[in-house]
């Protein structure tokens, strides 16, 4: 309890040194952005310290509860031991709930605090962009004088510098430009070997599809834009190493540098998009001679911005007066204004008949809206809104167009067969003969690793360039995870990411140990098939469940908690999973029992096939016409199963057979025991039979009689034995009758003794021989008619 006493009267002096910067740092962001980050640290102290006196209070009042109530009036007193202990907890007792209330009255401040700063920040926006100058006050003499000292101050400052590095930072120098050199040449050859294929365009592809054009965009955009980014950072970075920039220098040599990152960014994207020199990688179909207006056009606004940028970094650094800054600033916001303008006045389509149209409606008016806003903002004395608003339309548009394009490339990447057709997906498929649908699947996960690439990679500077600090986005990682509180349930981002990781992890380990375990152990000590899968299903199911739990633990979500979801899901089962939970549990007997297994021959109630797989929901089975049936586990536990290969292969066949009335018996006996005998898959103990099975009304009945080692070769061994049994009846002249039908025909007569259907016939036959005869140009012949017998 002490040493919780010391650290909140040592958090208490914190705040209240805090509370007195809030004060002195009230125009300072940055700092403003520091303190903020100190309050949430002491507000998380508090936290841990209010935790931390939980079990001593749950002691307390355990302990409490066992002494019971102290007697009444007119009771004997307790014994002084339990008097004193009762007294002592108490006395503990309210120290902490006092020292709780500190915690908490502290914590109430430190939230107060938190929003103080964020009035001030948001007050210091509000005032640089309404904030008005007066133009008039700028343009007087003292200015060209002004510029004329600083530029000056500039050259003599960078001279000095120069001069201070030849005579004692030469060889530092030298040895900071190689290295930086050397980082050039091994990013600039290693990157087009190692991501060629995504930044280079290929000149003999007449017509790319647009999923190659979007990547191409997106990738000769980023990866590019990275690597003179690490370029310039690891420059400064090696220069101060070797302790050859001075304060003032290493501050402006960052401005140049960005200036440059700017440029080459904003000119990498719009060759990216309008590609001049090659149109069929076009994203937007425009004229050759408007994409290389274009992009000159956004590059100098781009430079225009970041040389804006790189000037206030010289005014700061050489104190430079305001009006110096401000006649700089509108400047700059007046190019700016004009170039977009002109962006807007482009025309880079053309029409039906050849000649050149305009933007959309839509975007020229937004171009000149922007523009002319920009210059009214600025001629009006507007001058930092004018300023942020160029800074947006160049860097932050920058940043969504190129964030958009690989939007659009994720998208279209994870349409059906597109993933395919890329150089990854082709490379994939024949390496790991992967089949389309999974590669399909991984087109999907591809579009969802992008999209948060994406929103990694340029969300911090698009918050950047809004005003945000790098405090902020620390304090947001510091929350996310720490997590945060809904009600009683703590909720943190980062540990149930953390949890999915862990999950993953553990089932894919599960996968590896089971293909291990089956190919590596199993397969080697023979082990049967069947109990091979069911040790394998075991296992999958054991690891997946032991991975959830680990992961469920590693997401900070207390298994406790599950106790609810539990009597639901037991709700839900009285109700409406009765047949789930059926299954489920069946399958677990089948896995135990094993009463067939995977390759088994069974028949279940129609279904009759080769068991293929046996899950805890379902069992799969093969019919013999590859038809594949799903069948639950409860109807295989619950009904008549019949297993051809339960304990061995060993099966018998019959195949009957019939000879005609009157044939030799005995020397049928004899040539079908032959034929039996003599089949080479037929076993000889078990030894063949051979039945005379009954007197049929059309022939003798014999029935055949086998044992085979496979059952599975039933059907081999009964086509090869009825050849033979053919074969050798043939040889004997013993018949196999076919059965016998009589017919009898009753017939009508008519009046005159005739049958009715024998006049049809006769009448019939006549027109026949008539028309034969008119056809050979002769007189029909005339039949007499004959009195048919009665009988």
């Keep these: 309890m002490a040493e919780q006493r010391e650290k909140i009267e040592g958090l208490t002096k914190q705040v209240d040194d805090i509370s007195k910067k809030i004060d002195v740092a009230g125009k300072d962001d940055a700092g403003l952005v520091a303190l903020r980050a100190q309050l949430e640290a002491v507000d998380k102290s508090l936290l841990d310290s209010g935790v931390a006196f939980r079990p001593r209070l749950a002691e307390i009042n355990s302990r409490v509860t066992q002494l019971g109530n102290p007697p ?27 020292l709780l209330g500190k915690a908490e009255d502290l914590s109430v401040r430190v939230n107060g605090m938190v929003n103080k700063i964020t009035v001030l920040r948001r007050s210091l926006f509000t005032n640089m962009l309404t904030k008005r100058y ?51 040449a091994v990013m600039q050859f290693g990157g087009r070997r190692i991501f060629g294929r995504l930044i280079n365009r290929d000149p003999s592809l007449d017509d790319p599809s647009y999923l190659s054009r979007l ?153 000149y809206l922007i523009g002319f806003a920009t210059i009214v903002s600025a001629l009006l004395g507007y001058v930092s809104f004018a300023q942020f608003v160029s800074q947006q339309i160049v860097i932050t548009g920058a940043l969504l167009a190129t964030a958009y394009i690989g939007f659009l490339a994720a998208s279209a990447i994870s349409e059906e067969g597109a993933f395919a057709d890329t150089s990854v ?30 929103v990694i990679v340029f969300l911090p500077f698009i918050l950047f360039q809004w005003g945000f600090q790098p405090g902020d986005i620390l304090v947001w990682l510091n929350k996310l995870a720490t997590g945060f509180k809904i009600g009683s349930f703590s909720f943190s981002p980062l540990a149930i990411v953390t949890g999915v990781v862990v999950f993953v992890l553990g089932y894919f380990i599960t996968r590896w140990f089971q293909g291990w375990l089956d190919g590596s152990v199993m397969a080697r000590g023979k082990v049967d098939a069947g109990v091979r899968n069911s040790i394998r299903t075991v296992i999958g199911y054991a690891g997946v469940a032991l ?45 135990a029992e094993r009463p067939f297994k995977a390759g088994d ?41 019949g297993n051809w290969t339960h304990r061995n292969k060993l099966g018998r066949i019959e195949i009957p057979v019939g000879v005609a009335h009157g044939s030799d018996v005995k020397r049928v006996h004899e040539v079908l025991l032959d034929i039996a005998r003599s089949h080479p898959m037929v076993l000889k103990n078990p030894e063949p039979f051979v039945l005379f099975a009954a007197f049929g009304e ?18 081999i061994v009964q086509n090869d034995i009825r050849f033979a049994i053919v074969e050798a009846f043939e040889k004997e002249h013993i018949q196999i009758p076919s059965p ?13 003794g005739w049958s009715i259907d024998d006049e049809k016939a006769e009448a019939e036959y006549l027109e026949i021989l008539t028309a034969r005869a008119k056809a050979a140009e002769q007189p029909a012949p005339r039949r007499r008619r004959k009195k048919p017998d009665p009988a």
């Design 72 to 98: 009444s009036d007119g009771q004997p007193p307790e014994p002084e031991m339990v008097a004193n202990e009762r007294h002592a907890l108490n006395t503990e007792k309210a120290e902490i709930n006092v």
């Design 134 to 184: 007066e133009l008039a006050n700028a343009f007087t003499g003292e200015v060209g004088h002004a510029v004329n000292y600083e530029i000056t101050r500039l050259y003599n400052s960078v001279s000095a510098w120069l001069r201070f590095v030849v005579q004692f930072k030469f060889r530092a120098v030298l040895a900071a430009t190689f290295f930086a050199l050397l980082v050039a």
């Design 740 to 752: 016998r039908r009589d017919v009898v025909v009753k017939t009508s007569t008519s009046s005159n």
């Design 425 to 454: 997906g082709r490379w994939l498929k024949n390496r790991h003969n992967l089949e389309d649908t999974t590669l399909d699947q991984l087109g999907l996960v591809a579009n969802v690793l992008i999209h948060i690439l994406i």
């Design 215 to 367: 990547s191409v965009a997106f990738w000769s955009t980023l990866l590019p834009t990275l690597a003179m980014g690490v370029l310039l950072s690891g420059t400064v970075t090696l220069y101060t190493y070797f302790n050859v920039l001075r304060g003032d220098i290493g501050v402006l040599l960052s401005g140049f540098f960005a200036v440059l990152f700017v440029s080459f960014f904003v000119n990498c994207l719009s060759r990216a998009v309008l590609s001049p020199d090659m149109p069929n990688w076009r994203l937007i179909s425009i004229e050759s001679r408007a994409a290389w207006l274009l992009v000159w056009l956004m590059t100098t606004t781009a430079f225009v911005v970041g040389l804006d940028s790189f000037m206030g970094v010289v005014s700061d650094t050489l104190s430079s007066p305001l009006s110096v800054t401000i006649v700089k600033s509108l400047v700059a916001a007046l190019v700016v204004g004009v170039l977009l303008v002109l962006i807007g006045s482009v025309r880079p389509f053309l029409d039906e008949k050849g000649a050149p149209r305009r933007w959309p409606t839509t975007l020229r008016y937004t171009l």
């Design 601 to 641: 021959w069974i028949v279940a109630g129609q279904v009759s096939g080769t068991v293929k797989k046996i899950s805890v929901r379902a069992t799969e089975i093969e019919t013999f016409q590859r038809q594949t049936v799903i069948l639950p586990n409860s109807e295989l536990i619950n009904g008549a199963v």
């Design 698 to 715: 059309s022939a003798l009945n014999f029935e055949v009689r086998v044992f085979l080692a496979d059952i599975g070769n039933g059907s």
């Design 547 to 591: 991975a959830g739990l680990i992961g469920i633990s590693s997401a900070g979500i207390d298994l406790s908690n599950l106790a609810l979801v539990a009597g639901g899901l037991s709700l839900g089962i009285g109700f409406g999973l009765q047949n789930v939970v059926s299954n489920f549990v069946s399958g677990l007997i089948l896995l």
